[in-house]
């Protein structure tokens, strides 16, 4: 599976961005889907989560409200929409796949098999 992450960029705070992951090598449909993020000096952390008919979607609190998974399985791709963009936002930002979901949505690392290479997000002040 090869993940091909985009959308970053530099944006005020307020703004918004749109990430998308394209996805290749597997049925899109089969992958249970997730955005990570890490900033400068700190682990890598679960942001949201799909599972594989992008019905099941999870968030973890800061962002929820502000930030929609979604995933279009017809174009193998997963998206990240992202409103109201604070500074704690900044990071680069990562999709991961994994093979065989023991849940409709994981929260862990560890739990998935591949990565995209990931997408930078700046939130000025």
Known sequence: VQLQAS???LVQAGGSLR????ASGRTFSTLTMGWFRQAPGKEREFVAGINKSGVRKDYTDSVKGRFTI???NAKNTL????NSLKP???????CA?????R????YTWTSYNYWGQGTQVTVSS
């Open 70 to 72: 979604s995933r279009d």
């Open 19 to 22: 990430l998308s992951c394209a």
């Open 79 to 82: 998206y990240l929409q992202m």
């Open 103 to 106: 849940a409709p949505v994981l």
């Open 7 to 9: 959308g970053g960029g």
């Open 97 to 101: 796949a994994a093979l065989n979901g």
């Open 88 to 94: 704690e936002d900044t990071a680069v930002y990562y």
